[in-house]
């Protein structure tokens, strides 16, 4: 198990102009070859944006990228028409594809964090797909079949164990709250990394709510 501190993330953004992003892997101009992806996933960035700011318009292409708001809300515009506000409890789900442009703004009054995960899909090319579930409920899996992974949402009580689901790779970032991964320590914005994520076992030491990959053996 690998474990990574909150204030090990590269900070990136903007940060005079209300956008404050901190990296958990390699990204953009800050080139570390040995941290650039676990499994499938090559980005776990906690974003904060002030209110009236965002990311203009920009492309991407063969990557698969899910969206959890933890405050305020997310306004989600792409080149394939959506449009729409994501909120704390919704997953998003954006499957670029061969290529396809988004903007992502806080169009509130109130400041907005949320967590974006970045999977490489098994196959590039194809066409993009849009997808977005309300409100999802406490431990229900949500799978992403491009990239060969799954999400589980976790919210747990003080004291309440859980098990990581089994997988060739497993990522355990910690939302909010505090928990133990196998003896260690996390709080907000840590992550272990588990290369047999059947052998992690968690305890919240508070209440916590935790997004969990789990990546079969066949991803990248």
Known sequence: MDVRRADERYRGGDPDAGIDTRHAFSFGSHYDPGNLRFGALIACNEERLAPGTGFGEHPHSHTEIVTWVVEGELTHRDSEGNEVTVRPGDVQRLSAAAGVRHTERNDADVPLTFVQMWLTPLEPGGDPSYEIVRSVAD??????????????????????????????????????????????????????????????????????????????????
């Open 139 to 220: 431990s229900t899996p949500y799978a992403l079949p491009r990239a060969g992974a799954t999400l589980h949402v976790r919210r747990l009580t003080e004291g309440e164990r859980t098990a990581a689901p089994t997988g060739s790779h497993g990522y355990v970032h910690v939302v909010r709250g505090e928990v133990s991964v196998n003896g260690e320590r996390l709080g907000p914005g840590d992550a272990a990394r588990v290369a047999d994520a059947g052998d992690a076992r968690v305890l919240a030491l508070t209440a916590a709510e935790l997004l969990v990959w789990e990546m079969r053996a066949g991803t990248p």
